[in-house]
């Protein structure tokens, strides 16, 4: 599992370790990691062309440490001070004595560096790039490797923000622990491949953020034992669909039959194309407290202006997910009712309408957003979108690892509804079978676009669930 720890809980463990080692070691570590990423981007140091954006404070003095280790080793390395009188003093003197140099020309090392190294602002940076760090980064050739020290610079570290100008790194090298904005968007589209460098901080157990990986994942996934029957595995309705909108029926119920649960139960008006499609689906007519025993509903995609089964099923003493349409009649009081679980499926325009924000708000503070989702429900909440959050009330926010752009295509929010309402049914709790469904909704919509990325439809992500699946318990 990945787990990113605020800038204040990096700030305090890193004074501690400070207080216990030789003055400037902590900085040593930092910088010889670096210098090995750097090395290994590179593939031969020796003759290769290194430039330093060094900013003032410990940031640019682990660039300027880094940059003496790959002096020593052969590169060519020049230094560009945005502030020279604030320097880091010691990491200048180690560079001049290792054979680098301080830039006389900026525009002209820039344009001929193989490497760029971005030592502007630190995890304690506020706000964008100052123009005169953004008109450097303009100098930078296209076939140039430009590594973030820690974070991409002009990023907000604990937030994930970007407020203004800011480096677009083809690799982000961080120190003791990742923090929240190297996860989340938009700088986590900012920061490239992560690199993580073991600096020997001690962190608390509990972090800001973390994301799952195969492992932790493969130990959710429900597993029927061999006195399952397909009602012990759990049943899930989906109401879902209308005349009008037909195949969101389809796909919720298409990804609920690859979720976990042992039978899917589906009540709406669409049920000929549904059988048409999964002749193994329960169906009925309704209303949804007539339709049978479930152990969670999925309401929402695709239903319209029908929100009379919305109240029955916020009734009902299971858990629910609401998604889409469904999203539209909610108010928190309705939700903050219910004494089952609660797991809200919005993207950013509905999270937009449900917080009273616009668009445009949500998805430049995603971690925000989802956090006060959570808290003003009082539910679990999954906010779709490049990267997907998961938020509640008590535990860190968890971001989704997994996915592609090709996943922005009709349907395939439905599809992620029936996938976790079924994992909801099989006994997750909500973070968890929200975590679950985003994470092989990804790695099923990686598989359909293929090695070299193509486009999907939703029906094709579906179909690629149980590979999803297979993948995780494999790997």
């Not at 305090?12 to 400037?24: F, V």
């Not at 640019?60 to 940059?67: E, I, K, S, T």
């Not at 900026?106 to 030592?119: H, I, K, S, Y």
């Not at 020290?149 to 570290?157: E, F, K």
Request: proline share 5%; aromatic share 4%; glycine share 14%.
């Amino acid at each position: 599992m990945r787990t990113a720890y605020s800038v204040s809980t990096v700030r305090a463990a890193e004074q501690q370790l400070m207080a216990e080692l030789p003055d400037g070691a902590l900085m040593q570590r930092a910088a010889a990691g670096l210098a090995v990423a750097c090395g290994e981007l590179l593939g031969r140091v020796y003759g290769s062309r290194v430039v330093l954006l060094v900013g003032s404070g410990d940031n640019g003095g682990d660039a300027l440490y880094a940059g003496a280790r790959l002096a020593k080793r052969g590169a060519g390395v020049v230094a560009v001070l945005l502030s020279p009188e604030r320097a880091h003093p010691g990491g200048l003197s180690a560079l001049r004595a290792a054979g680098g140099r301080v830039s006389a020309d900026f525009r002209r090392d820039l344009g001929w560096a193989d490497l760029v190294v971005d030592g502007v602002v630190g995890i304690g940076g506020r706000g964008g790039l100052r123009p005169e760090a953004a008109q450097l980064l303009g100098y930078v050739r296209e076939s140039a490797m430009l590594v973030a020290v820690d974070l991409p610079s002009g990023v907000d570290a604990d937030t994930g923000e970007v407020a203004g100008d800011a480096v677009r790194a083809d690799a982000t090298v961080t120190f003791g622990a990742y923090k929240p904005g190297l996860l989340i968007d938009p700088a986590r589209g900012r920061a490239g491949a992560l690199r993580l460098v073991d600096i020997g901080l001690e962190l608390p157990e509990r972090a800001e953020a973390e994301a799952l990986q195969h492992a932790e994942v493969a130990e959710l996934l429900p597993r029927p034992a061999a006195e399952s029957d397909k009602y012990r595995r759990g049943v899930v309705g989906v109401v879902a669909g209308s005349a009008r909108y037909p195949g969101a029926a389809v796909l919720a119920v298409a990804g609920a039959l690859r979720g976990g649960a042992g039978a899917v139960r589906y009540v709406g008006p669409a049920a000929d194309a549904v059988l048409a499609r999964f002749p193994e689906t329960l169906v009925h007519a309704g209303p949804p407290d007539k339709a049978g025993r479930v152990q969670s509903w999925v309401i929402g995609p695709g239903i319209g202006d029908e929100s009379g089964a919305l109240e029955e099923v916020l009734a009902a003493d299971v858990p629910v997910l609401v998604d889409a349409d469904g999203l539209r009649f909610l108010t928190p009081e309705r939700v903050r009712a219910r004494t089952a679980g609660t797991l809200l499926t919005p993207h950013a325009g509905e999270a937009a309408a449900l917080l009273g924000r616009s668009r445009e708000d949500i998805e430049a503070a995603r971690l925000r957003s989802v956090r006060e989702l959570a808290g003003q429900y009082g539910a679990t909440v999954l906010l779709k979108g490049s990267t997907t959050l998961i938020a509640d009330a008590e535990e860190p926010v968890r971001v989704n690892s997994t996915g592609t752009g090709w996943l922005a295509t009709a349907g395939s929010g439905d599809v992620l509804s029936g996938v976790t309402g079924s994992l909801l049914a099989a006994g997750l709790p909500a973070r968890d079978a929200a975590s679950v469904g985003a994470y092989l909704h990804g790695l099923a919509a990686r598989r359909a676009a293929g090695r070299e990325g193509a486009p999907v439809t939703a029906s094709e992500v579906a179909g690629h669930l149980g590979a999803a699946w297979r993948d995780v318990q494999r790997d």
